[in-house]
């Protein structure tokens, strides 16, 4: 795991705060702590990623020039978990997978949302059964109804905020990103 990879885990832009990457490992270490979801197999895989990517940002030999200096909040603090191949995948769709989660990431820092959109939907075409896929785009599509309600599209803000859910229903972060969003389009409306 890089750094980068610690960053995405956490749901944090690169660079966080030292007290950014506190306050995100202890939000997310209670949401996926292997004892509180009994019920969930990946509780404990999605735990142990998440210790090691605080670890390696926190680790005395981590670059503290870049990381004490601060940082804008990121739009979202949803997890977008780098590509793990699985193994019922070619070896061009495991590379395909890879770079499509590296083109994401840098759509989504240019906040080139439409953009975003028409890979993850692609990339979803090509790969139906995949979750972290599936993830990706629901993340898009919340991404980008966010960014909508800031221009003042409150319909297709809405639209898309929805289709976030529909993508993902069972990312419980997710969840409670929109919901946010939603009691923002209240106040607006």
Do not use: C
């Amino acid at each position: 795991m890089n750094r980068a990879d610690g960053y995405g885990i956490l749901g944090l832009q690169a660079g966080a705060s030292l007290a950014d990457i506190k306050t995100a490992y202890r939000r997310l270490a209670r949401e996926y702590h292997p004892d509180l979801n009994p019920d969930d197999p990946e509780a404990e895989e999605k735990f142990r990623r998440l210790v090691e990517a605080y670890e390696l940002l926190t680790s005395p030999e981590a670059d503290r020039t870049q990381v004490s200096q601060p940082q804008p909040t990121p739009d979202i603090r949803v997890e977008v978990r780098p590509a793990a191949p699985p193994d019922n995948l070619s070896l061009a769709d495991r590379q395909l997978k890879q770079d499509s989660y590296q083109r994401l990431q840098q759509l989504l820092r240019q906040r080139a949302f439409p953009r975003a959109v028409v890979l993850t939907e692609s990339l979803a075409q090509r790969l139906p059964q995949d979750p972290d896929v599936r993830q990706w785009q629901a993340i898009t599509y919340h991404r980008l109804g966010r960014h909508l309600v800031g221009q003042g599209q409150l319909e297709k803000a809405r639209l898309y905020l929805k289709k976030a859910l529909r993508t993902d229903p069972h990312n419980r972060t997710l969840w409670a990103e929109v919901e946010q969003d939603f009691r923002r389009l209240e106040r607006l409306t």
